[in-house]
Protein backbone atom coordinates (compact mmCIF):
# COMPACT_ATOMS: atom_id res chain seq x y z
CA UNK A 1 0.00 0.00 0.00
CA UNK A 2 1.09 3.62 -0.62
CA UNK A 3 1.15 4.30 3.43
CA UNK A 4 1.86 1.87 5.97
CA UNK A 5 0.71 4.01 8.74
CA UNK A 6 -2.14 5.75 9.73
CA UNK A 7 -2.08 7.89 12.57
CA UNK A 8 -4.61 10.89 13.63
CA UNK A 9 -4.74 13.59 10.52
CA UNK A 10 -3.77 11.14 7.92
CA UNK A 11 -5.46 11.25 4.26
CA UNK A 12 -6.87 8.63 2.61
CA UNK A 13 -8.16 8.50 -1.39
CA UNK A 14 -10.99 6.43 -2.55
CA UNK A 15 -11.97 7.18 -6.08
CA UNK A 16 -15.29 6.59 -8.28
CA UNK A 17 -14.92 5.44 -11.06
CA UNK A 18 -17.42 3.37 -13.87
CA UNK A 19 -19.09 4.24 -16.81
CA UNK A 20 -21.07 7.69 -17.67
CA UNK A 21 -24.57 7.67 -15.87
CA UNK A 22 -24.47 4.37 -13.82
CA UNK A 23 -25.11 6.47 -10.64
CA UNK A 24 -21.40 7.09 -9.86
CA UNK A 25 -21.97 11.16 -8.69
CA UNK A 26 -25.50 9.63 -7.11
CA UNK A 27 -24.11 7.39 -5.07
CA UNK A 28 -21.38 9.93 -3.77
CA UNK A 29 -23.54 12.62 -3.14
CA UNK A 30 -26.02 10.38 -1.21
CA UNK A 31 -23.57 9.07 0.96
CA UNK A 32 -22.06 12.38 2.43
CA UNK A 33 -25.84 14.43 2.51
CA UNK A 34 -28.16 11.84 2.29
CA UNK A 35 -30.40 13.29 -0.44
CA UNK A 36 -31.28 11.98 -3.70
CA UNK A 37 -31.50 14.90 -6.02
CA UNK A 38 -31.62 13.24 -9.35
CA UNK A 39 -29.76 15.12 -11.43
CA UNK A 40 -26.04 15.85 -11.17
CA UNK A 41 -23.54 17.97 -12.77
CA UNK A 42 -21.71 15.76 -15.20
CA UNK A 43 -18.23 16.34 -17.08
CA UNK A 44 -16.06 17.46 -14.43
CA UNK A 45 -14.34 15.46 -11.81
CA UNK A 46 -15.40 16.16 -8.06
CA UNK A 47 -13.29 15.64 -4.83
CA UNK A 48 -15.12 15.39 -1.60
CA UNK A 49 -13.58 14.86 2.02
CA UNK A 50 -14.70 12.83 4.70
CA UNK A 51 -13.92 12.54 8.20
CA UNK A 52 -14.00 8.94 8.93
CA UNK A 53 -12.63 6.69 11.87
CA UNK A 54 -10.34 3.74 11.20
CA UNK A 55 -8.87 2.01 13.99
CA UNK A 56 -9.68 4.87 16.76
CA UNK A 57 -7.65 7.25 14.23
CA UNK A 58 -9.86 10.33 12.27
CA UNK A 59 -8.51 10.56 8.72
CA UNK A 60 -10.05 12.41 5.95
CA UNK A 61 -10.87 10.18 3.60
CA UNK A 62 -10.96 12.05 0.01
CA UNK A 63 -13.98 10.65 -2.37
CA UNK A 64 -13.14 11.60 -6.00
CA UNK A 65 -15.68 11.17 -8.27
CA UNK A 66 -13.72 10.48 -10.97
CA UNK A 67 -13.85 11.40 -14.44
CA UNK A 68 -11.62 8.92 -16.57
CA UNK A 69 -8.94 10.87 -18.91
CA UNK A 70 -6.90 8.01 -20.95
CA UNK A 71 -5.92 10.42 -23.25
CA UNK A 72 -3.64 12.06 -20.70
CA UNK A 73 -0.36 10.18 -20.77
CA UNK A 74 -0.09 9.09 -16.80
CA UNK A 75 -3.49 8.75 -15.73
CA UNK A 76 -3.56 5.46 -14.40
CA UNK A 77 0.04 5.57 -13.23
CA UNK A 78 -0.84 8.39 -11.12
CA UNK A 79 -4.46 7.66 -9.75
CA UNK A 80 -3.03 3.73 -8.83
CA UNK A 81 0.14 5.16 -6.87
CA UNK A 82 -2.06 7.91 -5.02
CA UNK A 83 -5.35 5.40 -4.27
CA UNK A 84 -6.00 2.77 -1.10
CA UNK A 85 -9.19 1.95 -2.92
CA UNK A 86 -11.88 1.91 -5.56
CA UNK A 87 -15.32 1.43 -6.18
CA UNK A 88 -16.13 0.30 -9.84
CA UNK A 89 -20.01 1.48 -10.68
CA UNK A 90 -22.14 -0.47 -13.40
CA UNK A 91 -25.63 0.39 -13.90
CA UNK A 92 -27.70 -3.57 -13.47
CA UNK A 93 -29.97 -2.50 -16.01
CA UNK A 94 -26.81 -2.27 -18.50
CA UNK A 95 -24.71 -4.91 -19.05
CA UNK A 96 -21.91 -2.53 -21.42
CA UNK A 97 -21.91 -0.77 -17.81
CA UNK A 98 -20.74 -4.02 -15.94
CA UNK A 99 -18.62 -5.14 -19.44
CA UNK A 100 -16.76 -1.76 -18.34
CA UNK A 101 -16.46 -2.09 -14.71
CA UNK A 102 -15.09 -5.60 -15.14
CA UNK A 103 -12.33 -4.55 -17.58
CA UNK A 104 -11.36 -1.43 -15.49
CA UNK A 105 -10.74 -4.14 -12.51
CA UNK A 106 -8.60 -6.18 -14.37
CA UNK A 107 -6.81 -2.95 -15.70
CA UNK A 108 -6.04 -2.24 -12.07
CA UNK A 109 -5.30 -5.69 -11.08
CA UNK A 110 -2.91 -5.72 -13.88
CA UNK A 111 -0.94 -2.69 -12.49
CA UNK A 112 2.30 -3.47 -11.13
CA UNK A 113 4.34 -0.38 -10.49
CA UNK A 114 5.56 1.01 -6.84
CA UNK A 115 4.52 1.54 -4.13
CA UNK A 116 1.45 0.61 -5.42
CA UNK A 117 0.55 -2.26 -7.20
CA UNK A 118 -2.81 -3.77 -8.29
CA UNK A 119 -3.19 -6.78 -6.75
CA UNK A 120 -2.98 -5.21 -3.29
CA UNK A 121 -5.65 -2.45 -4.03
CA UNK A 122 -9.34 -3.17 -2.38
CA UNK A 123 -12.04 -2.90 -5.16
CA UNK A 124 -15.57 -2.90 -4.41
CA UNK A 125 -17.57 -3.56 -7.80
CA UNK A 126 -20.91 -1.75 -7.15
CA UNK A 127 -24.20 -2.70 -8.98
CA UNK A 128 -26.53 0.47 -8.71
CA UNK A 129 -29.71 0.97 -9.80
CA UNK A 130 -31.47 -1.96 -7.98
CA UNK A 131 -34.69 -0.74 -7.67
CA UNK A 132 -34.84 -0.45 -11.40
CA UNK A 133 -35.35 -4.59 -10.73
CA UNK A 134 -38.01 -4.72 -14.01
CA UNK A 135 -35.48 -3.15 -16.26
CA UNK A 136 -32.51 -5.32 -14.88
CA UNK A 137 -30.03 -6.79 -17.32
CA UNK A 138 -27.10 -8.03 -15.08
CA UNK A 139 -27.87 -10.72 -12.46
CA UNK A 140 -26.66 -10.06 -8.75
CA UNK A 141 -24.90 -13.50 -9.62
CA UNK A 142 -22.97 -12.34 -12.29
CA UNK A 143 -21.70 -9.31 -10.05
CA UNK A 144 -20.59 -11.74 -7.17
CA UNK A 145 -18.75 -14.24 -9.76
CA UNK A 146 -16.82 -11.61 -10.91
CA UNK A 147 -15.79 -10.38 -7.95
CA UNK A 148 -14.98 -13.35 -6.72
CA UNK A 149 -12.68 -14.30 -9.79
CA UNK A 150 -10.53 -10.97 -8.51
CA UNK A 151 -8.00 -10.44 -5.76
CA UNK A 152 -9.38 -8.46 -2.98
CA UNK A 153 -12.47 -7.15 -4.85
CA UNK A 154 -15.65 -7.31 -3.47
CA UNK A 155 -19.25 -6.69 -4.52
CA UNK A 156 -22.50 -5.00 -3.50
CA UNK A 157 -25.59 -3.63 -5.32
CA UNK A 158 -27.29 -0.23 -4.27
CA UNK A 159 -30.16 1.87 -5.00
CA UNK A 160 -28.50 5.02 -4.92
CA UNK A 161 -32.41 6.25 -5.52
CA UNK A 162 -34.03 4.45 -3.09
CA UNK A 163 -31.60 2.84 -0.32
CA UNK A 164 -29.66 5.32 2.09
CA UNK A 165 -28.49 1.97 3.95
CA UNK A 166 -27.16 0.20 0.67
CA UNK A 167 -25.10 3.50 0.30
CA UNK A 168 -23.76 3.65 3.67
CA UNK A 169 -22.84 -0.03 3.76
CA UNK A 170 -21.06 0.46 0.20
CA UNK A 171 -18.64 2.98 2.12
CA UNK A 172 -18.76 1.51 5.03
CA UNK A 173 -17.40 -1.66 3.84
CA UNK A 174 -14.58 0.45 1.47
CA UNK A 175 -13.22 2.21 3.95
CA UNK A 176 -12.89 -1.35 6.19
CA UNK A 177 -11.33 -3.05 3.49
CA UNK A 178 -8.68 0.34 3.46
CA UNK A 179 -8.29 -0.33 7.36
CA UNK A 180 -7.68 -3.87 6.85
CA UNK A 181 -5.14 -3.36 4.84
CA UNK A 182 -3.10 -0.22 6.31
CA UNK A 183 -1.16 -0.54 9.40
CA UNK A 184 -1.59 1.96 12.09
CA UNK A 185 0.85 3.28 14.53
CA UNK A 186 2.97 3.43 16.46
P1 LIG B 1 -22.76 9.28 -13.32
O1 LIG B 1 -22.63 9.77 -14.72
O2 LIG B 1 -22.24 7.90 -13.19
O3 LIG B 1 -22.18 10.22 -12.30
O4 LIG B 1 -24.33 9.15 -13.04
P2 LIG B 1 -25.29 10.14 -12.21
O5 LIG B 1 -25.03 10.05 -10.77
O6 LIG B 1 -25.27 11.50 -12.83
O7 LIG B 1 -26.71 9.43 -12.49
C1 LIG B 1 -27.17 9.25 -13.81
C2 LIG B 1 -28.70 9.16 -13.79
O8 LIG B 1 -29.10 7.98 -13.10
C3 LIG B 1 -29.36 10.34 -13.06
O9 LIG B 1 -30.53 10.67 -13.76
C4 LIG B 1 -29.71 9.76 -11.70
O10 LIG B 1 -30.83 10.37 -11.13
C5 LIG B 1 -29.98 8.29 -12.04
N1 LIG B 1 -29.68 7.39 -10.92
C6 LIG B 1 -28.53 7.33 -10.21
N2 LIG B 1 -28.60 6.36 -9.29
C7 LIG B 1 -29.81 5.78 -9.42
C8 LIG B 1 -30.47 4.70 -8.74
O11 LIG B 1 -29.96 4.05 -7.82
N3 LIG B 1 -31.73 4.38 -9.20
C9 LIG B 1 -32.33 5.06 -10.21
N4 LIG B 1 -33.57 4.68 -10.55
N5 LIG B 1 -31.74 6.08 -10.87
C10 LIG B 1 -30.50 6.43 -10.47
MG1 LIG C 1 -21.26 12.04 -12.57
Not at 90 to 106: E, I, M, P, T
Amino acid sequence: MRRLNLTNGSTIRVVVLGGSNVGKSALVVRFLTRRFIGEYLSGIEMTYQHEVNLAGNWVTAEICDALINKEEKNYFKDIYNNTEAFLLVYNVCNHDSFDYACSLAQEIKAYHGKPNSGSDIPLLLVGNKSDLDHFREVKQTEGEAFAKSMPLCHFIETSAAESYSDVERAFGLIFALVRSRIRTSP
